[in-house]
């Protein structure tokens, strides 16, 4: 069972993003986590979309948090970069389990996905950002 | 967020098995969820070799539970057939985060995967089996 590693990389310029107290570039953070830029660029654009990043454009533009810290729910952003929580089949949308009806699995593992976002949703962006330090530290390597 | 299908099949293989009080095929249970026999065979070795089921040989032969119903906890079920939990990158074997060292987010994906795999260790599949009325309307189809 694993996130998406998009959701990954979404959390970490989330993360970034928190503990930058400036306008920030995507070659910048995919520099300093040392992953793809291409990647990262998907990322910004879907943020930027979905309301967590501001794009200021021109010559010393760049990407800034569009939220205070503490109104990005970590719940909500799983939420929004997952594609789906479809643990099995029948939490799906092409469900063809023949026992679905009478099936005991389905509340078992809904139970459990909530309890797991539930844990999520009581953390924000201010509990996760990384401290101005740290990306400071990030941008010398 | 998902379970391989393959942990998908080997649930319903032993909703199956717990639903019926006698031997059973690879070949009836494929033929009852509608899904690929091969997949269904891989589930049913892996399901053998790790106690779950127990293969009786020869030609009367068939698939029974190793265990009483109430000994199969789901979490160590999911647990068996999940190659790993690895969330996001730093809970596998490749990770190369260089945040790891100083990332809050780690401990709240821990939380949420503890409070998740604990829901599931609240149920065996003395809950989850098939009952046997069920399984004998899934054989008529």
Redesign the interface.
Known sequence: ???I?F??YA??ML?YAGGCNRLFTIEEVAT???VSRTHMMKVANVLTRTGYLKAVRGRSGGLVLAKPLGKIN?RELVEAT?P??????CFGCNN????TR????QS??A??????????SR?TLA??A??PA?VRR?NR?
């Open positions: 069972m694993r996130l590693v959701s990954d959390l970490r993360m300093a986590y040392g970590l997952e789906d929580f479809a643990l099995v089949e063809r389990c023949p026992i009478s099936c005991k699995l078992a593992l139970e459990a996905l909530d309890a797991f976002t539930s844990a999520l953390y509990d996760l990384l401290a740290e990030l390597h």
